[in-house]
T-cell receptor
Framework: DGGITQSPKYLFRKEGQNVTLSCEQN?????MYWYRQDPGQGLRLIYY???????QKGDIAEGYSVSREKKESFPLTVTSAQKNPTAFYLC????????????FGSGTRLTVV | GQQVMQIPQYQHVQEGEDFTTYCNSS?????IQWYKQRPGGHPVFLIQ?????EVKKQKRLTFQFGEAKKNSSLHITATQTTDVGTYFC??????????FGAGTRLAVHP
């Protein structure tokens, strides 16, 4: 079955550490997205990519970095510059330019310890 | 920039009551999508509306797209405990990504 997989499901980070969240899809989607969700809040766009080797900043890109070396993969690194990284991170993918429905992964819960 | 506002932010209902959430855009939308996120889960696509004045139904859920393509609503008839979750609208106004509303969190009391 086609789908989008995020790993790990739970992640704990120490202060000052960089951590990388994985997102892999086998839906042959061109576009991929990263969102941050805080408790009881909506979805805030971090980064998005519409094609391999190209990506754009979203609304809250500071303290995060991404790469898009393969169509199937769009990893997100939460750097030590992100001062409040504890949140639920969602990866999504879609056909074309974001006008098609998004398929979301099951998310990664990141906690700073 | 383009904004999508959603109200109410939160609603409590008794099981069996109806529920409606409203979505308004600052610009004309080419289409609008609705998603549901169960507590602890991830958003799941429900439906897409494209045409002005379009109405679509999924069992007890009714979705409408305004005539001016700047607003939309989701109405649930006779809510059940399985309807609990957050409902998001998302609009595409010709940009290269969807703009999500803040969501309406629905609590259903048995």
């Amino acid at each position: 079955d086609g789908g989008i997989t995020q790993s790990p499901k739970y992640l704990f980070r120490k202060e000052g550490q960089n951590v990388t969240l994985s997102c892999e899809q086998n839906l042959n989607h061109d576009a991929m997205y990263w969102y941050r969700q805080d408790p009881g809040q909506g979805l805030r766009l971090i980064y998005y990519s519409q094609i391999v080797n190209d990506f754009q900043k979203g609304d809250i890109a500071e303290g995060y970095s991404v790469s898009r070396e393969k169509k199937e993969s769009f990893p997100l690194t939460v750097t030590s510059a992100q001062k409040n990284p504890t949140a639920f991170y969602l990866c999504a993918s879609s056909i074309a330019n974001g006008k098609e429905p998004y398929t979301f992964g099951s998310g990664t819960r990141l906690t700073v310890v | 920039g383009q904004q999508v506002m959603q109200i109410p932010q939160y609603q409590h209902v008794q099981e069996g009551e109806d529920f409606t959430t409203y979505c308004n855009s600052s610009t004309t939308l080419s289409n609008i999508q609705w998603y549901k996120q169960r507590p602890g889960g991830h958003p799941v696509f429900l439906i897409q509306l494209v045409k002005s004045g379009e109405v679509k139904k999924q069992k007890r859920l009714t979705f409408q797209f305004g005539e001016a393509k700047k607003n939309s609503s989701l109405h649930i008839t006779a809510t059940q405990t399985t309807d609990v979750g957050t409902y998001f609208c998302a609009g595409s106004g010709g940009y290269n990504k969807l703009i999500f509303g803040a969501g309406t969190r629905l609590a259903v009391h048995p």
